[in-house]
């Protein structure tokens, strides 16, 4: 039992300490006071016991109400929180670290909850917890009184958004009744920096982190006026907590977390150099898309437009943007920078960002779920996320670079797997696949395909573990397929089912990897690049989905050979070969020979879903699984006691990455809009009131889309005709790239390319005539162009009269002789 020194030396044990903190409360704290004495002086709550008001600067008359109670009893202090109001945490740390109590009792001025509850709470302290916290979400917790319907929805979505972020599994943190053991409080108090009302938060992570055991007890509860506790209050834990959270990490996450900001910054410096005026090149004519995409989703969002479809490409078919990955769940947040700063600004902070933070969190989940060496955790995340496919993929495919989400859903399912939290955990599952799906849902498949191979090879050699993991595991996916098909459902009708969706889409016969794709290295690996050889095994320079290189090959082979007798190894070697076997395609050609062997993927090519995927890009999968395995060899290698040991380890794993370290994306002065576009002349020939469009010669299509900008750099002014999307083709609906072609658009493109023009006669202007009045045509802009004089001579003969030159651009204009 805790004593307190006295004048003269004498020592007096203090069973209770019950510490209140108060600001302003003159008129309710002397009924506090003396509630709170007659309850201590007529039970048996404390043999012994002293009462703590901190006066947290009040500008009233509550110093002098306490100064009253304590000329009656003395056990009552007045502890002085200084001449300013500092917060519940300020007050609460004084008077905490001002007790002597074996146990310490928190209650707030008001006695919301009653004094009588302590009972309920010692109880709980007597069965060997440390930490009792009163709960009004408790089952068995009685409101007699509650607040306004509005503050008590505002303070529940508070204490669950605060749950998540710092204390899972505690329902209700900020109940102002709490009992601590003694000692245990002062040393989390004195270790406490926050000064609001997120103490009680910053407490409680204090106990868990150090292994002390806190129990939710239900109490009464009854709302009382005068709560110096605001709605926005919660808003302001939730800022406390998150710079609490900043201040407490651990150098060296920060300096991984920069770390991998700074090479995602320098992966893309061509681009930042001058983001409106610099193109990657290797991006083909998808950084025009992407940016387009960013365009019209805040276009849409500025004018209540839907945003799952659009008809400004494709005029007059449109564009279903959902089946389109034009990842809503960014391009809709970030459409005020879109407008602010133009879509070539907002899309370069998303891949930059959002390549950094992927990496950012595969490193969150290999430090929570696999090594505690920090440098083990970052040497295997910066593989996940920079390993060769994902630098291919960051040249043009955002989504398949801002992986974000996908570490945080693999721990949710891991969660789920010890039936601890099983509906809570399914939900927060449903609602993170859900918006996943909204950043790309093909990248989802993956994921999930890659998560049931692991699943499937450590069930095999854990089966303990996989008996009692099952059913919570199928009840939390079942709960987060509930939560998250009611929110996708919609779309997701809209994307298979609604204006321009498409079946599946070709991408040529087989479109796998070649064995040798997995052993090569890719084109931009700063070492060892070879364009020549990656563009010979790949579809194209943005689709180099394997070239790990043979090195690295070999090093995880020795990885999993040295450590084979772990279960996690084993399941995350099934996981990278069975993904680079399903790689290959439906079948595949063994190097140096005419032998061609059916692959696995046969047994889902034709499958919904799968029928559309790049089956090449399950070879992503690998990134991560390597990663694991590289930061599970790293930690073991630093604990090796032999330097000799440590330094041919170490020295093997360099030698391994270093050839696949990549160079920044390479980047090109960026053509000019036309000042034809730029400066608005076109409103003089396109009457868009009409519902005219503006054609640019050659029509934009998936080999040259530069006339997105021209649309994005009019504030979409103008509808045309042409694009760059996916979408349907012919009676069946088989997706393509791009419109679907009529006779106009597919001679200029044949010129485009070939720079021969076929002989015009009059069946090619009467289906000009026709193609135009399809496309609501008011004029004929060509700019500028390889091939450029072959087109203008190809369309003079369609319109039948030449064009003219206006602000850099040739424009016939179809009113004219109408």
């Known amino acids: 039992m805790s004593t307190t020194p006295k004048p003269g030396g004498r020592q007096v044990s203090v069973d209770l300490s019950v510490v209140v903190p108060a600001y302003n409360e003159e008129d309710r704290l002397a009924p506090t006071l003396d509630t709170i004495v007659a309850h201590l002086a007529a039970t048996e709550a404390a043999a012994t016991w002293e009462i703590i008001v901190v006066d947290d600067g009040s500008t009233d008359a509550t110093a002098d109400v306490v100064a009253t109670v304590t000329a009656r009893d003395a056990r009552v202090q007045l502890v002085s929180g200084g001449p300013r109001n500092r917060g519940k945490g300020h007050a609460l740390r004084l008077g905490v670290l001002a007790s002597h109590g074996r146990r310490v009792l928190l209650t707030d001025a008001d006695l919301a909850a009653p004094i009588d509850e302590l009972e309920r709470l010692d109880k709980a302290l007597a069965d060997g917890h440390t930490a009792a916290i009163g709960s009004r979400e408790a089952p068995g917790a009685s409101i007699e009184r509650h607040q306004h319907r509005l503050r008590e929805a505002l303070g529940r979505a508070g204490n669950f958004l605060i749950r998540g972020v710092a204390v899972p599994g505690i329902r209700d943190t900020q109940c102002g009744f709490k009992l601590f053991d003694g000692d245990h409080a002062r040393e989390a108090f004195a270790a406490s920096r926050l000064n609001g009302f997120g103490i009680d938060v910053e407490i409680l992570r204090y106990f868990r982190r150090s292994g002390w055991p806190v129990v939710e007890v239900p109490v009464r509860w009854s709302h009382q006026p005068g709560s110096k506790i605001r709605p926005y209050d919660y808003a302001r834990v939730l800022g406390e907590l998150a710079a609490l959270r900043a201040r407490s990490a651990r150098p060296a996450d920060a300096l991984a977390v920069t770390c991998f900001l700074l090479m995602s910054v320098v992966l893309y410096i061509g681009r930042w150099l001058d983001p409106n005026g610099r193109y990657l090149s290797d991006s083909l004519q998808d950084q025009n898309q992407w940016e387009w995409f960013f365009a019209v989703t805040a276009d849409n969002l500025v004018h209540l437009r839907n945003p799952l479809f659009t008809t400004f490409q494709g005029f007059p078919d449109g564009v279903n943007l959902m089946a389109n990955t034009v990842m809503l769940g960014l391009s809709v947040p970030f459409a005020p920078i879109t407008l602010l700063l133009g879509p070539a600004v907002s899309l370069a902070l998303v891949t930059t960002l959002g390549l950094a933070a992927t990496a950012a969190a595969w490193y969150w989940l290999i430090v929570k779920r696999l090594v505690r060496h920090r440098g083990a955790a970052f040497a295997g995340a910066a593989l996940a996320a920079f390993a060769p496919p994902m630098v291919s993929h960051a040249n043009a495919h955002p989504n398949f670079v801002v992986l974000f989400m996908i570490p945080p859903i693999i721990d949710r399912a891991l969660r789920l797997c010890t039936g601890a939290r099983t509906t809570r955990d399914g939900v927060i599952l449903g609602l993170m696949a859900v918006y996943q799906i909204f950043l790309g849902e093909e990248a989802l498949l993956l994921a999930a395909m890659g998560m049931l191979l692991f ?183 630093a604990a090796e006691p032999s330097l000799g040991t440590r330094y041919v380890g170490f020295m093997a794993i360099t030698l391994a990455l270093l050839p696949i370290v990549p160079a920044p994306l390479k980047s090109v002065e960026r053509a000019e809009v036309p000042a034809f576009i730029a400066d608005g002349t076109w409103k003089s020939y396109v009457d868009t009131g009409a519902g005219e469009t503006l054609v640019p010669v050659p029509l934009p299509d998936p080999g040259n889309a530069e006339a997105l900008r021209w649309q994005t750099t009019a504030d979409f002014g103008f509808r045309m005709p042409g694009g760059y999307f996916n979408g349907p083709f012919g009676k069946d609906r088989v997706g393509i790239y791009g419109a679907a072609p009529r006779h106009t658009s597919h001679l200029l493109r044949d010129v485009r390319y070939t720079g021969r023009v076929p002989v015009i006669g009059e069946n090619w202007r009467a289906q000009a005539r026709k193609d135009f009045a399809y496309w609501h045509a008011g004029a004929l802009v060509l700019r500028p162009q390889p091939y450029d004089e072959q087109l203008r001579e190809a369309v003079d003969k369609l319109v039948g009269r030449p064009g003219t030159w206006a602000d850099g651009v040739w424009v016939w204009d179809l009113h004219e002789g109408d």
């Open 455 to 637: 699943a499937a090879a450590y069930g095999l050699t854990r089966r303990d573990v996989a008996r009692d993991a099952w059913q919570p595991l199928l009840k939390g996916l079942g709960i987060a397929v509930l939560v998250a098909l009611p929110l996708v459902a919609f779309p997701l009708s809209w994307q298979f089912l609604g204006p321009q969706s498409y079946g599946n889409i070709a991408h040529g016969d087989n479109s796998g990897n070649s064995p040798l794709a997995l052993l090569s290295f890719a084109e931009r690996s700063l070492l060892a690049g070879d364009r020549d050889r990656a563009d010979a095994l790949s579809l194209n320079i943005t689709e180099q989905n394997a070239f790990y290189g043979w090195p690295l090959v070999l090093l995880a082979l020795g990885i999993v050979v040295r450590l084979w007798e772990r279960p996690l190894v084993k399941a995350l070697a099934v996981t990278a070969v069975g993904s680079a076997l399903l790689s290959l395609g439906p079948e595949f050609r063994l190097p140096q020979t005419d032998l061609v062997l059916p692959g696995p993927w046969a047994l889902l090519a034709e499958k919904p879903l799968f029928e559309s995927v790049i089956e090449g890009r399950v070879a992503m999968i690998c990134a991560p699984a390597l990663g694991m395995l590289l930061a599970i060899a790293c930690e073991r290698l």
